[in-house]
């Protein structure tokens, strides 16, 4: 029996489909679904980049709300982190995730076991990569994907150099071009 490739995309990849930012991003993820809907793979990604992608709304309604206001720039750095949105933003952010998970609805989430939580401990401590992309990659790895698909350079390259260190696994790093060479043979 012909094994199907498990496929994880992280929040830059998302955020590139959902925010209509990169349409190579658009493609490839209509690539995937015609795969899924064939069964022809799986495709995934963690519950925690909805908060990641939670926060990256409450940023850009921030930023859009400063930017309105004619807020100077030391204004909207100092008040970044306090941002005091409203229950009208809540809703758009609600409204964004409810737009993606519908539109999406063959993405699956994945969870970090206990081991998995160290593996993005241990990724965090001796690498270059971010805590929240340690649990991106830690999630894809533990959980035996075969790719982990996204559009950032630099996690893609750092993540590489890491991947080689847990042999017992076989995932693969790769950008949106590579993904698309792969799945569309």
């Known amino acids: 029996m012909k094994k199907y490739p498990k496929i994880y995309l992280d929040t830059n990849f998302i955020r590139d489909i959902m925010e209509k930012r990169n349409t190579k991003a658009i493609h490839l993820i209509e690539v995937i ?3 899924q809907n ?3 793979c799986s495709c995934y990604t963690s519950a925690f980049l909805l ?10 309604l921030f930023f859009q709300e400063a930017i309105n206001k004619k807020f100077e720039f030391k204004r909207i750095i100092r008040e970044r ?8 933003h ?3 952010i609600s409204e964004y995730l409810d737009n993606l998970l519908e539109s999406y609805p063959f993405l699956e989430n994945l969870s970090l ?7 993005a401990s241990d990724i965090s401590s ?3 990569i971010w805590s929240p992309d340690c649990v991106h990659l830690a999630t894809a790895l533990s959980n035996e994907c075969d790719f982990l698909i996204t559009s950032d350079s630099q996690f893609k390259k750092e993540s590489k150099k890491i991947a080689k260190r847990f042999t017992k696994y076989k995932l693969e790093i790769i950008g949106i ?9």
């Open 51 to 60: 908060m990641e992608l939670c926060d990256a709304k409450k940023d850009d």
């Open 113 to 119: 076991s206990e081991d998995g939580w160290q593996v």
């Open 126 to 128: 001796s690498s270059n």
């Open 81 to 88: 982190n306090n941002p005091n949105l409203e229950d009208h």
């Open 33 to 35: 679904r015609n795969l």
């Open 90 to 92: 809540f809703k758009k």
């Open 177 to 185: 071009d590579e993904a698309q060479r792969i799945l569309e043979k």
């Open 38 to 40: 064939k069964k022809k």
